[in-house]
């Protein structure tokens, strides 16, 4: 069951660092000669998995409204309370959001909100660079998140079966 | 200049008791009669001070502490005489948020609190809620979350790996390791969408099973990996600079070792064999064919030899995983836990029903309690809720390997030169996310 890990004896001899610089020397040469493994970012870009949970995007109807019904389950179930959503009603009595807000300073990216949404409205993103000057920057309105236009994540997603 | 010398007396906040059962007290100079704690002025440079001991900080912002860690150290010239450990720095109440979240909102935070086995965290978890619940898992989940736990496993280890080997001086180890390191975040970012805070689990399932051609690619991880780790012992394992600045340091008995609560690689590079995984297996552990590596000196060495053997080990275990990986659902098929699938909740009115249900007011576990511990990279893990039959726990706590590990950390540098305190550091694996949670 247990094995006892093997612990080399050395002689004094052995331990000489002049040796074992050079053996470190003659490992670390070889590999100058295996491919790269570093990408020169931002000039190359990592290629994003599909399922990526990154900066959010509100899919849009054919009327180029928001998917969005204003249904307070992405608020309820955020971990980090970071979605602010008040929901209107217009005059078919169908329900819109009157503001609907994402901090993404707070957000966690766990996508959550993407796989309580039953509108398929909100998503999380392939998408990482959101930098700002300001915090206030970071909250992103229905109107910027409607704008985005990165792929979304493929998790909870019928186009990806193993993932739903 | 005339130097007026005073010794004054500081408590330190985190003193324990001396042997007369008084506070431990350190006595400190000042050459102005002010109260300085700890922190080398220049004045403790002063000839005054010929003969004393000196107090320094090491951490908490110090880059070979893991973390933010501070050591206080007592220096008698350049030897050790005492040092006290402060921690709390990385403290964000964790358990505390836990209380105000649903069982599935906690999983997130468990990517968080030990952040470099976020996997195995959300495993742990999501089997004490499942405890709580008294569900039984499906095979497949078992199986999948076996290959998330021995990968976690890995990649812990070669994070330990390579800052170990940054923190002695060899550079070429670190890049590497996290070389592989990167090719498993790979694998995670393609199962779960994220490398580090995976959140992969549910109570009663997984977030997502992995995707198409996932196992090949995880096979291919494997075949490469073996070779790197063996290369990586070539220049670590026989070298004269670092088997002379690992043997023999922070030397721990085995008795010791029990004594003071230690566990995981620690415990067994004492030479207790001791495994959460074998000795109280979980998800079918015992039924994989693996080694439990221990040492025998019990120094920085062979917590080095014994982590190394439990990454091929690991390797072993996520081989077989591959192989029996059964066909089927990763999810219970059990309506109090588990969202209907995303299809079925937005075509028909009752799993509409039901998922609305269930996202507001959550999974409701009946009252109870439940412990579970896993084997983590660092040793045994244990998480324990207890819950009023609300969706909620009443009280969730993390049993920290790595607080315990680091509670010997004033025994085991004491008498070593403060280079050394480095190295026995280093060999600890502490998270300080973990420790402060
Ligand atoms: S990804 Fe998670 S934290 Fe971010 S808005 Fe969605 S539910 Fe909230
Ligand atoms: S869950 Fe979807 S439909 Fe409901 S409020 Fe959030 S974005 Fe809107």
């Not at chain 1, 204003?70 to 217009?90: H, Q, T």
């Not at chain 2, 690991?314 to 219970?332: E, F, K, T, Y």
Request: charged residues 25%; contains cysteine; aromatic residues 8%.
């Amino acid at each position: 069951m247990a094995i006892t890990v093997k612990r080399v004896s050395r002689h004094v001899e052995q331990t000489s660092y002049v040796k074992a610089t050079l053996q470190g020397m003659a490992s670390t040469l070889k590999q100058m000669f295996e491919p790269k493994v570093t990408i020169q970012y931002p000039e190359q870009r990592w290629e994003l998995s599909p399922r990526w949970r990154g900066t959010h995007r509100m899919l849009t109807k054919e009327d180029g409204k928001a998917r969005c019904v204003a249904c307070g389950l992405c608020p309820s179930v955020c971990p980090s309370n970071c979605i602010k959503l008040v929901p209107g009603e217009d005059e078919n009595g169908n329900r819109y959001p009157l503001v609907f807000e994402i901090d993404e300073f707070r957000c966690i990216f766990c996508g959550y909100c993407q796989e309580v949404c039953p509108e398929d409205a909100i998503h999380v993103g392939q998408h990482y660079e959101n930098s700002e000057y300001s915090r206030e920057g970071h909250v992103y309105d229905l109107e910027r998140l409607m704008a985005q236009t990165h792929p979304v994540s493929t998790l909870w997603d019928a186009t990806d079966p193993r993932g739903e | 200049m005339a130097t007026k010398t005073r010794t004054i007396e500081v408590e330190l906040s985190t003193s324990g008791l001396d042997r007369s059962g008084k506070p431990q007290r350190v006595p400190l100079v000042t050459n102005d009669g002010g109260v300085s704690i700890g922190i080398p002025e220049p004045l403790a440079l002063e000839p005054a001070l010929d003969g004393e001991h000196m107090l320094i900080n090491l951490g908490p912002q110090h880059p070979a502490t893991h973390g933010v860690l501070r050591l206080v150290l007592e220096l008698d010239g350049e030897t050790v005489v005492r040092c006290i450990p402060h921690i709390g720095y990385l403290h964000c109440g964790f358990e505390k948020t836990g209380e105000y979240r649903q069982y599935n909102q906690i999983i997130p935070w468990t990517d968080r609190e030990d952040y470099l086995n976020a996997p195995g965290n959300n495993v742990a978890m999501a089997l004490g809620a499942e405890r709580l619940f008294g569900i039984t898992i499906t095979e497949r989940c078992k199986v999948l979350r076996v290959i998330a736990c021995e990968l976690s496993r890995i990649m812990s280890h070669l994070v330990w790996l390579g800052t170990t080997s940054i923190d002695i001086g060899a550079y070429t180890p670190f890049l590497w390791s996290f070389h592989q390191r990167e090719l498993i975040y790979q694998l995670l970012e393609a199962w779960t969408g994220a490398r580090l805070t995976t959140s992969l689990t549910r109570v009663g399932g997984l977030m997502a099973d992995i995707p198409d051609g996932w196992t090949d690619n995880a096979r291919s991880f494997l075949a490469g990996f073996d070779k790197v780790l063996d290369d990586v012992e070539k220049l670590l394992t026989n070298n004269g600079i670092w088997v002379g600045r690992t043997v023999g340091l922070g030397v721990m008995s085995p008795e010791e070792a029990i004594n003071w609560g230690l566990s995981g690689s620690m415990l067994r590079a004492s030479g207790v064999s001791y495994d959460v995984r074998k000795d109280f297996p979980y998800l079918d552990y015992e039924t994989y064919d693996f080694e439990v590596p221990v040492g025998v000196n019990g120094d920085v060495y062979d917590r080095y030899l014994v982590r190394v053997e439990e990454m091929r080990q690991s390797a072993r275990i996520v081989r077989q995983a591959l192989d029996r990986l059964p066909d089927g659902p990763i999810n219970v098929d059990d309506a109090r836990v588990i969202l209907p699938s995303k299809t079925k909740a937005t075509s028909g009115m009752e799993s509409m029903i039901h998922h609305f249900k269930q996202v507001m007011e959550g999974p409701r576990p009946p009252v109870g309690e439940a412990y579970v511990a896993v084997e983590s990279p660092r040793g045994e893990k244990g998480y324990y809720m207890v819950s009023d039959g609300t969706a909620k726990p009443v009280r969730w706590r993390i049993r920290p390997p790595s607080f315990l590990n680091l509670s010997a950390i004033p025994k085991m540098v004491e008498g070593h030169l403060l280079s050394d305190v480095i190295a026995i550091n280093a060999s600890i694996d502490v998270v300080l996310g973990e420790i402060d949670r």
